[in-house]
């Protein structure tokens, strides 16, 4: 059996393209079955209500000596603790490779996209795409839509908008009706807590020898977490005290002005206290992690 995996934090791309890389897989003969590796936000759980599936479950048992396929990462930090004690046997991945080292050679695919479900459905053939069905279709195009903020990060290439060209009559959706209802849910903060709103899609990098947590809100505007943002601080503060992290930045993004608010906490760096607006920036991939590198010294 073949154990599915996103990331830790999981945003829609990881599991939904999780979901579908199990069943590519399954088309090609092999038992495999995707799981989830933290609870779904709730644009995912809109995918997945839309859809009409039953999302993965919840990953409870170590992945030691198992055979694991990753999505959507290849950074050891992202995924569980036994990750590194299983047998990776495959990657479909869309970010910078992360310092990752398997048992045997595995089946690697990593390629700069907007997506990794664009890389997926790229990997299928058309009798693999002749057996998706419309709801998984969805699951795929949504995944791509919210990778790429509805095509309008700088991320988004090419091959990403012709997927969704090839995805959305497939999914019998309107497009824009279909978009406009994803960002919405993807936007929407009400009712979350500051530790909730964290840890709705925080990442954690290794970036010249310091350990980085980066969380990124994706927003209609900032000013949708204004009333909770002294109360983010303090969780800023908390979780780099319990994760260990040298320094926690969020990324507030908003996706209509097209910048992003930094803020940062920990114990790395004591002058970046103040918040920094950095105009264009949309993408963490991208944009964040290479002004990061910038910033961040590397030791002597």
């Given at each position: 059996?073949?154990?599915?995996?996103?990331?830790?934090?999981?945003?829609?791309d990881?599991?939904?393209?999780?979901?579908?890389?199990?069943?590519?897989l399954n088309?090609?003969?092999f038992?495999?079955?995707?799981?989830?590796?933290?609870?779904?936000?709730?644009?995912?759980r809109?995918?997945?209500e839309r859809?009409?599936?039953d999302?993965?479950?919840?990953?409870?048992m170590?992945?030691t000596?198992?055979d694991?396929?990753l999505?959507?990462?290849?950074?050891?930090?992202?995924?569980?603790?036994?990750l590194?004690?299983?047998?990776i046997?495959?990657i479909?991945d869309h970010?910078?490779?992360?310092?990752?080292?398997t048992?045997l050679?595995?089946?690697?695919w990593?390629?700069?996209?907007?997506s990794?479900a664009t890389?997926?459905?790229q990997?299928?053939?058309p009798?693999?795409r002749?057996?998706?069905t419309p709801?998984?279709?969805?699951l795929?195009?949504?995944a791509?839509?919210s990778d790429?903020?509805?095509?309008?990060?700088?991320t988004t290439?090419?091959?990403?908008?012709?997927?969704?060209?090839e995805?959305?009559?497939?999914?019998?959706?309107?497009?824009a009706?279909?978009?406009?209802?994803?960002?919405s849910?993807?936007t929407?903060v009400?009712?979350?807590?500051?530790?909730?709103l964290l840890?709705?899609?925080?990442?954690r990098?290794t970036?010249?020898?310091?350990?980085?947590?980066v969380?990124q809100i994706?927003l209609y505007a900032l000013?949708?977490?204004a009333d909770?943002?002294?109360?983010?601080?303090?969780?800023?503060?908390?979780?780099a005290?319990?994760s260990?992290?040298?320094?926690?930045?969020l990324?507030?993004?908003?996706i209509?002005a097209?910048h992003s608010?930094?803020w940062?906490?920990?114990?790395?760096?004591?002058?970046?206290?103040?918040?920094?607006?950095?105009?264009?920036m949309?993408?963490?991939?991208k944009?964040?992690?290479p002004w990061?590198e910038?910033?961040?010294?590397?030791p002597?």
């Amino acid at each position: 059996m073949i154990h599915v995996v996103g990331h830790l934090n999981p945003d829609s791309d990881a599991i939904c393209t999780a979901f579908m890389a199990a069943r590519w897989l399954n088309m090609r003969g092999f038992q495999a079955t995707a799981w989830r590796l933290g609870n779904p936000n709730r644009e995912t759980r809109f995918l997945f209500e839309r859809a009409g599936l039953d999302m993965p479950a919840l990953l409870e048992m170590p992945l030691t000596d198992l055979d694991v396929w990753l999505v959507d990462f290849t950074e050891p930090t992202q995924g569980p603790e036994t990750l590194l004690a299983s047998n990776i046997v495959g990657i479909i991945d869309h970010h910078r490779l992360g310092g990752l080292v398997t048992r045997l050679p595995p089946e690697v695919w990593v390629k700069p996209v907007g997506s990794s479900a664009t890389l997926l459905w790229q990997l299928m053939s058309p009798q693999n795409r002749a057996q998706i069905t419309p709801a998984q279709a969805l699951l795929l195009l949504g995944a791509i839509l919210s990778d790429t903020v509805t095509l309008r990060s700088p991320t988004t290439t090419a091959d990403d908008r012709l997927a969704v060209e090839e995805l959305a009559p497939l999914a019998g959706v309107d497009l824009a009706a279909f978009s406009a209802d994803l960002l919405s849910a993807k936007t929407s903060v009400e009712g979350l807590s500051a530790s909730e709103l964290l840890q709705k899609d925080i990442k954690r990098f290794t970036i010249n020898g310091q350990q980085v947590s980066v969380a990124q809100i994706e927003l209609y505007a900032l000013n949708q977490v204004a009333d909770v943002l002294d109360a983010l601080r303090v969780e800023m503060a908390d979780y780099a005290i319990r994760s260990g992290a040298d320094l926690v930045v969020l990324m507030l993004t908003d996706i209509n002005a097209g910048h992003s608010q930094l803020w940062f906490a920990g114990p790395y760096q004591p002058e970046m206290r103040q918040p920094v607006t950095v105009e264009g920036m949309l993408s963490r991939k991208k944009q964040m992690l290479p002004w990061l590198e910038t910033h961040i010294a590397i030791p002597e």
